[in-house]
C-alpha cells in the first residue's frame, strides 16, 4: 500500500525543513553575533567615566573579595561618596570579582563582564520577542525576527553608551533580570514555579530599583495575553500577579531601607524636573528611530516657564503615545505593538517621578528601548505577513534597507565607542554636542590643563562661567589655571568666589595634601598639578588636574 511511504515521505521532508530551518536560523545568530562583536571590538580598553570614579577607582571596598558579603549588609560599600551610597550590592559585587580577575584597575575586565551581561540580555530579549510572536501568529519566521530585532537592540548606538560606561551595568543587570522573569514566565513550568516568576526581576531589584516594573508589566502582559503560560484559572492567574508584586514590592522597601539617608538623587527643582520629563521621553523616542546627537551629557535644562513649546510637545507626545498604545492593546493583531509600547512608557516612569541631577541620561532608555524593539517586532511580523503580495522588487527594497540599518548601526556604535575611549575625548564630544553644558565645557577644559594647556583650559572655562556664574567647582578650577599662569590677583579673586558661594569649606580645601595657598602667600600657591576636594557640594568627583563637575 502507498499510503505509509506517503506518510514516512511527508515526514522525512518536515524533517530535513525543520533541520534547514534551524541550520539558518544558526547562521543568522552567528552572525549578528560576530556582527555585534565587530561593533564593540574597540570598547575594551575605554577607561572609567562619571560615577565610576567613585564607585570604582576610589572605592577601597571591591578591591578585597572578603567583601563580598558585606555589600549585601553595608550600602556604605558601594561608593567613596556619602551623598552617593545606594544600595545595590550586585553590581559591587560583579565589580570586586572584575578586580580580583584584573589584579587591579584594568578597564578590560571591568569591560569584558559588562559586555557578556548585555549579550545574555539580548538574547533573554530574543526569547522574549519570540514568545510574544507566537502569541500572535506560530510561524518559522518568527525565531528569525526575534533575532533580528534582538539583534538591531544590540547595535543600536544609544545603548553603546550604557555599555561603555561600566556603573551602568546596573541597568543592564535590571533589564536583564525583567528579561528572565518574562522568559520564566513565558514557559509556564509549572504551579509553584510559576508562582515566582517575579523572583528574578525582585532579585534584579538589588542592582537597580527600576527591576521592580516587572510587576505592572506582568500585569498588563497577563491582560493582553490571558493564555499565554498561564493555566485557564481565574484564581490562579491572579494569584501569580499578586505574587509577582509583592515580591518585587519586597525587594524596593528593602532597598529603601538599605539606602543610607546621606544619599541624595541631586535635583534641585522636583517640580522643574517632572515637567520636563515628558519631552525627555519624546527624545528618547526619536533617538530610538534616529540616533543622532548623542551625548553623555545633555545640555538640556528643567523647564521652568509654561511659554517653553517643548514642554507643550512633550505633554502631546506622551497623550499620542497612550493614545497608541492602548489603541493597540485592544485589538488582537496589533498587541505586541502596544504591549511593547507600554513598555517603553512604564519603563521610563521610575527615572520620570524620582527627580536626578540631570534630566536626560541615555543609559536611562536602556530598560525601555526593550519595549520598543517588541514593539518593532510587531510591526514587522505585520508586514511579513502581506510579504506574499509584495513585488520582488518591494521584497528586494525592504531586505535592503534592513541591511543598511545594520551597517549604519554598527558604524555608529563603532564610533560611539570612540566618544567614550578616555576622558579627553568623551568630554570633547560633549562640548561638540552640547554646547550650552557648562559642565561640560568645565571638564573639557580639565583635559586641556591635565596636558599643560592651560589657554585652552582658561577658554574653556570662560564659557563655561557664561553659563554657570554661580557653580564655585569652576571658580576653583578658574583659581587653579591662573595661578599656574602667573595670575595671582585672578586666581585669589576666583578663589575668594568659590569660597563665598561654598561657606564653611576653606578649610576642606587640599591642594596636593597642602592647605590651598590661592591668596597667593605662600610659596607652593595652588598648584596645577594638585588634588583639590571640596566634601558637601553638588560634584562627582574630582581629576588630579581640577574639579569634575
Request: glycine share 6%.
Amino acid at each position: 500500500m502507498p499510503l505509509p511511504a506517503t506518510i514516512a515521505s511527508r515526514a522525512s521532508d518536515g524533517a530535513n525543513a525543520g533541520a534547514s530551518r534551524r541550520f539558518w536560523l544558526v547562521i543568522e545568530i552567528a552572525a549578528l553575533a560576530a556582527l555585534v562583536l565587530l561593533a564593540y571590538s574597540n570598547h575594551f580598553q575605554n577607561s572609567f567615566h562619571f560615577d565610576d570614579s567613585h564607585t570604582i577607582v576610589d572605592n577601597a571596598s571591591i578591591r578585597d573579595l572578603r567583601n563580598l558579603p558585606r555589600f549585601f549588609t553595608d550600602a556604605t560599600t558601594f561608593s567613596a561618596l556619602p551623598s552617593n551610597q545606594s544600595y545595590r550590592p550586585l553590581v559591587s559585587a560583579s565589580l570586586a570579582i572584575d578586580y580580583a580577575l584584573a589584579g587591579g584597575l584594568n578597564p578590560f575586565w571591568f569591560q569584558l563582564s559588562g559586555f557578556v551581561f548585555f549579550l545574555c540580555e539580548v538574547a533573554l530579549l530574543a526569547l522574549v520577542i519570540k514568545g510574544l510572536l507566537d502569541v500572535h501568529a506560530r510561524h518559522t519566521l518568527n525565531a528569525h525576527l526575534a533575532v533580528a530585532v534582538a539583534g538591531f537592540y544590540a547595535l543600536h548606538p544609544a545603548n553603546a553608551d550604557t555599555v561603555n560606561y561600566i556603573i551602568a551595568r546596573s541597568d543592564i543587570l535590571s533589564t536583564l533580570a525583567v528579561l528572565a522573569s518574562f522568559a520564566w514566565a513565558q514557559r509556564g513550568l509549572g504551579r509553584v514555579s510559576d508562582a515566582l516568576v517575579g523572583l528574578p526581576a525582585a532579585i534584579g531589584v538589588l542592582a537597580k530599583p527600576p527591576a521592580a516594573m516587572f510587576a505592572p508589566l506582568y500585569a498588563v502582559y497577563a491582560w493582553l495575553f490571558p493564555y499565554s503560560g498561564f493555566e485557564k484559572t481565574p484564581r490562579r492567574h491572579l494569584m501569580r500577579i499578586v505574587f509577582a508584586f509583592v515580591l518585587c514590592g519586597a525587594a524596593t522597601a528593602f532597598v529603601s531601607h538599605m539606602t543610607p539617608r546621606q544619599w541624595v538623587a541631586g535635583a534641585s527643582n522636583s517640580s522643574a524636573y517632572l515637567v520636563t520629563q515628558p519631552y525627555v521621553a519624546l527624545l528618547y523616542f526619536k533617538t530610538f528611530l534616529w540616533p543622532t546627537g548623542l551625548s553623555a551629557d545633555y545640555d538640556l535644562n528643567p523647564f521652568t516657564s509654561l511659554a517653553d513649546l517643548r514642554e507643550w510637545a512633550g505633554f502631546g507626545f506622551v497623550l499620542i503615545l497612550a493614545g497608541a498604545a492602548l489603541f493597540c492593546a485592544f485589538r488582537l493583531r496589533l498587541r505586541v505593538i502596544g504591549f511593547g509600547l507600554i513598555w517603553f512608557i512604564l519603563g521610563l516612569l521610575p527615572t520620570s517621578f524620582f527627580p536626578m541631577a540631570e534630566v536626560m541620561n541615555d543609559h536611562r532608555s536602556f530598560f525601555p528601548y526593550a519595549g520598543l524593539a517588541m514593539a518593532l517586532a510587531g510591526t514587522l511580523q505585520l508586514l511579513l505577513e502581506h510579504a506574499r503580495k509584495w513585488s520582488r522588487t518591494a521584497i528586494a527594497t525592504f531586505c535592503c534597507a534592513a541591511l543598511a540599518c545594520y551597517t549604519a548601526a554598527s558604524v555608529a556604535t563603532y564610533q560611539r565607542n570612540k566618544d567614550w575611549r578616555d576622558e579627553e575625548s568623551l568630554w570633547r564630544d560633549v562640548t561638540i554636542k552640547s554646547p550650552l553644558n557648562g559642565r561640560g565645557l568645565m571638564n573639557y577644559g580639565n583635559t586641556r590643563m591635565a596636558k599643560g594647556d592651560f589657554t585652552s583650559a582658561l577658554d574653556y572655562y570662560h564659557r563655561a562661567q557664561a553659563l554657570m556664574p554661580d557653580y564655585p567647582v569652576l571658580f576653583i578650577n578658574l583659581a587653579i589655571a591662573e595661578s599656574a599662569t602667573g595670575r595671582p590677583a585672578d586666581a585669589e579673586l576666583h578663589f575668594t568666589q568659590a569660597m563665598a558661594l561654598a561657606p564653611g569649606d576653606q578649610e576642606r580645601l587640599v591642594a596636593d595634601g597642602r592647605v590651598g595657598g590661592a591668596r597667593g602667600t605662600g610659596k607652593e600657591g595652588l598648584k596645577a598639578d594638585g588634588r583639590i576636594r571640596i566634601r558637601q557640594l553638588p560634584i562627582r568627583e574630582f581629576d588630579a588636574n581640577g574639579l569634575i563637575g
